[in-house]
C-alpha cells in the first residue's frame, strides 16, 4: 500500500519542478527581447556608416564644384585681360596663365566625376543596407511578437500549475509539507528524489541495502542518510 502522503510529495515536487522551469523561461524573456532588439543595431550601424560615407562624399563634392566655379571665373577673368596686352611677350605670358588654369579646372572636372561615380556606388549600397535593415525589422517584429505569445502562454499554464499545486498541497500534513518546503529550499528546489538502483538521484550516494528494501516498499517517508531528501521507488519501465 504506497503511502499517499508520499505520492501527494512526489505529485507536489513534480509541479514545483515545473513551476520553476516556467518561472526560469518567464525570467529570461526579458533578456530574449534585448537580444532580439540588438540583433538590429549591427544592420542599423552599417546602415548609418554608409551613409556618412556618402556625406562626406557630397562635401566633398560640393568643394569641388566651387573650386571650378572658381577656375571658370579666373579663366573669363584673364581672358578679358587681352584687351589690355600690349607685346607678344605679354600675350604669350597670359595664354600660358590660361593654360594653367585650364589644366587645373580639367584635373578638378575629372575628379568630380570620379566622385559622382563614387556617389552612385554608395547609394546602391545604401539602398541595398535600407532593404537589408527592412528586413531584418520585420524579422525582429516578428520575433518578438512570438516571444509575446510564448509568455502569455506560459504565464497561463503557470496560473493553472499554481492551481493544481493548491489542491495537492490541501492534501499534505502540515509537518511534512515544512519538512518538504525546507528540503526545497535547501536543495535548490528539489526535495523529493527517485531511488534507482540503490543510488539516490538527489545526491547520487548509495543507499543503504536495508533501507533500500523499505523504500522500494513506498509505505513510510524515508529520507536519504547524505542529502536528508525524501525519497521514493518508482518500478523500471518494462
Ligand atoms: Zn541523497
Keep these: 500500500m504506497v503511502n499517499a502522503q508520499l505520492s501527494h510529495l512526489i505529485e507536489l515536487q513534480e509541479i514545483d519542478t515545473r513551476i520553476l522551469e516556467i518561472g526560469r523561461s518567464i525570467n529570461d524573456i526579458p533578456r530574449r527581447l534585448r537580444e532580439a532588439e540588438s540583433s538590429l ?10 551613409e556618412q560615407q556618402r556625406d562626406a562624399l557630397e562635401k566633398k563634392k560640393r568643394e569641388k564644384e566651387r573650386a571650378l566655379d572658381d577656375a571658370n571665373e579666373k579663366i573669363v577673368k584673364l581672358k ?17 596663365e590660361i593654360e594653367a588654369v585650364e589644366r587645373e579646372r580639367s584635373l578638378i572636372e575629372d575628379e568630380i566625376i570620379a566622385l559622382m561615380v563614387d ?18 525589422m520585420e524579422e525582429v517584429e516578428a520575433r518578438k511578437k512570438r516571444i509575446s505569445e510564448e509568455q502569455e502562454r506560459l504565464e497561463t499554464h503557470l496560473l493553472s500549475l499554481q492551481d493544481t499545486r493548491k489542491k495537492i498541497r490541501s492534501m499534505i500534513d502540515g509537518e511534512i509539507y515544512d519538512e518538504y518546503i525546507q528540503l526545497i529550499e535547501l536543495h ?18 548509495n543507499i543503504p541495502p536495508q533501507l533500500f528494501v523499505e ?7 524515508y529520507h536519504c542518510p547524505h542529502c536528508r531528501r525524501i525519497l521514493f521507488y518508482r518500478e523500471p519501465a518494462a
Design 41 to 50: 543595431q549591427s544592420s542599423h550601424d552599417a546602415l548609418k556608416k554608409t
Design 80 to 96: 578679358s585681360r587681352t584687351g589690355e596686352i600690349k607685346t607678344n611677350k605679354e600675350y604669350q605670358a597670359l595664354l600660358r
Design 119 to 136: 556617389a552612385d556606388s554608395l547609394q546602391r549600397q545604401i539602398r541595398a543596407a535600407e532593404d537589408d535593415f527592412r528586413k531584418r
Design 188 to 205: 535548490r528546489g528539489f526535495a523529493v528524489s527517485e531511488v534507482r538502483g540503490e543510488i539516490c538521484q538527489g545526491c547520487n550516494m
Design 215 to 221: 523504500i522500494k516498499k513506498n509505505e513510510e517517508i
